[in-house]
């Protein structure tokens, strides 16, 4: 197994370690050798990796990020990767860019995997690039939410949201990531609108 990390961080490196270690099925939990390992429902959850590129997206979403991921996937495609983990940490950034990055991820083919690990956030354009990720890892502080599309009020009253007719071609999208992803549905749709609410019974 080969694991590339494309940049070093002191803080975080045991849990970088954790998440790789589920990435390339490694256990953290011992098991008794007469014992077998219960085997995951889900079976992307099943695949054994060999490749794994570890990329750092954080900050603002703009148009060096767009380049900077592009240049990311293209590596993973082009040097044989099988899985790619996104370390997420960023409050999102502009929809043409978010969407962009999202789709390249969820056009990838089932040859990389794409995990988003969010050790603290992935806010607003940032959760619809994790979204459009095969799987999702929360950290303990992590949060992932809110993409509702807002704009400056020309006229003097602040932020307010753009409208319906941004919010609904991005309902679509993430209706589309979620059902590739096996997430649910109703609750993608109500990161992007406000007016939806979901309740859990």
Known sequence: M???PTARRAAGALTLAAVVCAVLGVGL??????????????????????????????????AIMRAYMG??????????????????DSPGGTVLHSEEIANELHDLSDDIHVVAWVPEQAL??????????DEIILGSAGTLGDCQPIVLD???????PVGEKIESPLRALFRKYAAKN????????????AHLHVIQV
């Open 124 to 133: 607003s354009g940032a959760c619809m690039v994790a979204m459009a990720c």
């Open 29 to 62: 939990e011992f098991v008794r050798a007469d014992e077998t390992p219960p085997r995951p429902a889900d079976p992307r959850l099943a695949r054994r990796f060999e490749k794994v590129l570890v990329v750092d997206f954080d900050g603002d979403i703009e």
């Open 71 to 88: 240049r990311r996937v293209a590596k993973a495609k082009d040097e044989g990767f099988d899985c790619i983990v996104l370390r997420i």
């Open 154 to 160: 020309p006229g003097g009253g602040g932020i307010k």
């Open 182 to 193: 096996g997430y649910p549905s109703l609750l993608a749709e109500a990161f992007v609108s």
């Open 2 to 4: 080969t694991i590339v």
